[in-house]
Antibody
């Protein structure tokens, strides 16, 4: 079955760029019908939808993050990535990559999540 | 679109029936999903399109509603159901989540 795995630094300094990659196994990103997404969860808090990318490269970003956010896809590596610029302590969170299933209009597969701390 | 869940937490006993409400700030048709999250784990999809049970999810979970008001019902609560539950709409983007409802053991 399809599995997602996040990777990237667990510690980022303020004002720098947070970079994470999600590797998809058991299926292909270039399969249509799915939006490859990022969601984050601040410690002890609820879930925040960050954005998605389609295999074609089309994206949609949360307006609250849009000015700092880039999501990209590499279908040859079966990976998609997140870059968040100019981070502050408010960006400290667990970051999940996930698959939104278009026919379901729901997120049916989640990665295990990776904790990213913004601190000097 | 904002989603407001209530209650934010509740205490219940094994065997109880529990109902969680999710209210949208505007109509979202039936584009609502429910997730269960246990401590240290990623969320897990329970229900999509308001009332369709995800494969493998026990039938004691059910969802209903349309427009702006939705409910998740857990019948005959089991020990493994103690968790936090979130609703999410995908009627439009960003697909916001509700604030969560923590179901605790009484």
């Amino acid at each position: 079955q399809v599995q997602l795995q996040e990777s990237g630094p667990g510690l980022v300094k303020p004002s720098q760029t947070l970079s994470l990659t999600c590797t998809v196994s058991g299926g292909f990103i270039r399969s249509g019908g799915y939006y490859w997404s990022w969601i984050r969860q601040h410690p002890g808090r609820g879930l925040e939808w960050i954005g998605y990318i389609y295999y074609s490269g089309s994206t949609y970003y949360n307006p609250s993050l849009k000015s700092r956010l880039t999501i990209s896809v590499d279908t040859s590596k079966n990976q998609f990535s997140l870059k968040l610029n100019s981070v502050t302590a408010a960006d400290t969170a667990i970051y999940y990559c996930a698959r939104e299933n278009e026919p379901m209009d729901a997120i049916d597969i989640w990665g295990q999540g990776t904790m990213v701390t913004v601190s000097s | 679109i904002q989603l407001t869940q209530s209650p934010s937490s509740l205490s219940a006993s094994v065997g109880d029936t529990v109902t969680i409400t999710c209210r949208a700030s505007q109509g979202i048709s039936r584009y609502l999903a429910w997730y269960q999250q246990k401590p240290g784990e990623a969320p897990k999809l329970l229900i999509y399109a308001t009332s369709t049970l995800q494969s493998g999810v026990p039938s004691r979970f059910s969802g209903s509603g349309s427009g702006t008001d939705f409910t998740l019902t857990i019948s005959s609560l089991q020990p493994e159901d103690f968790a936090t539950y979130y609703c999410q709409h995908l009627n439009s983007y960003p697909g916001t989540f509700g604030g969560g409802t923590k179901v605790e053991i009484k």
